[in-house]
Each structure stands twice: as C-alpha cells, then as structure tokens.
C-alpha cells in the first residue's frame, strides 16, 4: 500500500544515472529514506518538488529494501534558503543536526513543526540574522531532544542566578554538568572543565531557547534593552556547537561552515 506524507527534505544523495535517494524528515517525526526513479533527469516531474529545505507531499510505495518515491509535490520551496551561501549554510546546518539526530531515534512529531518554521524563518531573514536564527533553531532542536542548558538557576543547587547574571561580569558554564553554576557552588565544589562566559551570551541563549522565531526575526526580543549585534551572534553560534558536539553530535560539517564564513 502506498503512505502519504509530508516531508522535509534532508539531503538528496545520487543513485545510478538518473535517480535520487532522499532522506526526509516526515511530519509524523521520524526520518524516511527513499528512492526518486528518474528525478536527475532534465524536466523531471518528481526532481523539481524536491528540492533540499522544502517540504513536499510525498507518495511513498514499498520497494524491495528503499520505499519508491512515486508523486510529489511542493508544500512550501523555502527557494530562499537555496538563494546564497550564507542562507544555505545556515539551513544546512539545522537539517544536518535533524538528519543526525532522527537517523534512529524514535518519532517526535514537534520536531517537523520547529524545523519548518526554522526554515521559513533562515528565508526570511536578512544576512545579519542568519547566525542568530540558525543559534535559536539549533538550541530549540537541542532543548526538545531533551538536552537544554540550565540558564536561569545554578545546576547545582537550583538557586536563580539572576543577581549573578546582572552583577557579574562573567558566570562559571559547564557543558557536561549542563548548566551555570552560581558563585557559591563553584568556591565549594571543585568542578572541572567549566569556563567563564559573558552573562549577556548567557541571557541571549536563554531568549533564543524560549523566543518565537518571528519575534525573533523582527528583533523584538530585547536584552538589558538591546538587540543581538552581530558579533555576539557569531559567539553565541560558537557556544551552541560545543554544546550539540559535547551532547548530541560531534561534528556538523555545516555549521563549521557556516562559523567560518566571513
Ligand atoms: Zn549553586
């Protein structure tokens, strides 16, 4: 029998002369890889309505080991994602960590949602808001496979550490205890591996966790009364892959990319 689905599309990898494996993302929330008969040929039907970053209804029939993608047709191209290398880079980067990370993990459903309107959101954003919007969907996608940093209160011994974050000029973070640690934690437990951070780049993880993307894209989440200045952008992009390499993958190629691209 034949499924219907949407998908978004992941990565499109060459078969034979003319055809396409494609790994989707299906909106039931777990991750499908099937062949597109002939969709390298020029002026094929099923090549055009799968494109990378778009979600496409797909018709899926069973094939001998790979389903065989049989109909498609675009939901929503997300073309500006494909439009320059930043904006790619940017979308690479999220659809790589979802394809990593849903390869053999169990459905979640809210994860197709997130990454929709992260894709919607790298196409309309201009190329200052490209890192911001690609830190926030990375950390959403972090916090929803149940690995979000502690921010507001030490992880530790759950005090806020909102006096901290004001007062201080740098708070104690540590990846692998998975949070902030607060000044009276750190002077009685001897902690390794943690390092000093900038209290904004703490408080601007936090919104980006927490901020919907299209506040976010209109820079109407504030901190201490100021937007996100590009450079801090770049830091908090830089905090965000330690965070994914120590807790869910040790290399996304594009997001190293993406660091790298000036
Ligand atoms: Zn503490």
Not at 46 to 72: D, F, M, N, P
Not at 186 to 192: D, G, K, P, R, T
Request: with cysteine; glycine share 8%.
């Amino acid at each position: 029998m034949d499924d219907s689905t949407t998908l978004i599309v992941l990565k499109k990898t060459k078969l034979g002369e003319t055809d396409l494996i494609i790994n989707g993302f299906s909106e039931q929330g777990f991750q499908i890889r099937a062949v597109a008969k002939g969709a390298r040929k020029p002026g094929s039907k099923l090549g055009v309505h799968l494109e990378l970053y778009s979600q496409t209804r797909v018709l899926v029939s069973k094939g001998r080991s790979l389903g065989i993608i049989t109909e498609a047709q675009t939901v929503r191209s997300n073309e500006s994602c494909r439009s320059d290398v930043l904006h790619s880079a940017g979308a690479a980067a999220i659809v790589e960590l979802l394809d990593k990370i849903s390869a053999d993990s169990v459905a979640d459903a809210r994860l197709f949602a997130l990454v929709c309107e992260a894709l919607r959101s790298i196409g309309d954003v201009s190329d200052g808001s490209v890192r911001m919007i690609t830190a926030a969907a990375l950390l959403k996608i972090a916090s929803q496979s149940g690995v979000r940093p502690s921010l507001k209160e030490c992880v530790f011994c759950g005090d806020t550490m909102a006096s901290q974050l004001r007062g201080n000029a740098q708070v104690a973070f540590s990846c692998s205890q998975g949070g902030v640690i607060c000044d009276c934690c750190l002077s009685e437990i001897v902690e390794q591996g943690y390092t000093q951070i900038d209290p904004q780049l703490v408080e601007w993880a936090e919104v980006l966790i927490t901020g919907r993307f299209k506040d976010l894209e209109r820079h109407e989440l504030l901190c201490n009364g100021e937007e996100l200045c590009d450079d801090l952008g770049q830091i908090l992009l830089e905090w965000t892959r330690e965070w994914i390499r120590f807790h869910l993958v040790s290399r996304l190629k594009s997001l190293d990319f993406l660091l790298s691209f000036r």
